[in-house]
């Protein structure tokens, strides 16, 4: 049990923290014209951490319990690579506007899973909802940071 849980929350924090790796030389957060409601950058990987922690946790109580079928694993996983994608199309190559359809996707991808998750086990899916929450103020941040620095 506490193996299936450490693999399932070490996969998105391998996945997280490689992506940091590749983007890190194209990270240009400091000096984008940022909407109000901006964070401190260094507030990203204390987040994106927690919430990774929370995709495994609830994964991994999938797993343990057998409630994983095809349909969880695959949005499970599709919705990690949305994910990783995102900040290499935003930050290494600048496709600011790409980035934001993408992050529409990535969050209609965490609806279906907290949908499938929850109908397996309540609190797998109820742990998603901050990483939902989370995504939904990143596309914020995203379009603003686009409307923001065009031209």
């Known amino acids: 049990m506490i193996k299936t849980y450490a693999k399932s929350i070490l996969l998105p924090l391998l996945v997280g923290g490689f992506v940091g790796i590749i983007i890190a030389p194209s990270m240009n ?12 950058g260094y507030i990203f990987p204390i987040v994106w951490t927690i919430l990774y922690i929370l995709m495994g946790i609830s994964y991994g109580m999938l797993k343990v319990k057998n409630l994983t079928s095809y349909e969880n694993m695959q949005i499970y996983y599709q919705q990690l690579a949305i994910n990783a994608l995102w900040p290499i199309f935003f930050f290494t190559f600048q496709w600011r506007l790409f980035a934001f359809i993408w992050i529409v996707l990535l969050d209609i991808a965490i609806c279906m899973m907290i949908v499938r998750f929850y109908e397996k086990d309540k ?6 909802i901050p990483y939902l929450v989370w995504s939904l103020f990143a596309t914020y941040l995203n379009l603003s940071i686009y409307l923001l620095n065009r031209g």
């Open 29 to 40: 957060y400091l000096i984008l014209e940022k909407p109000y409601l901006a964070p401190p």
């Open 123 to 128: 609190v797998a899916g109820l742990l998603q």
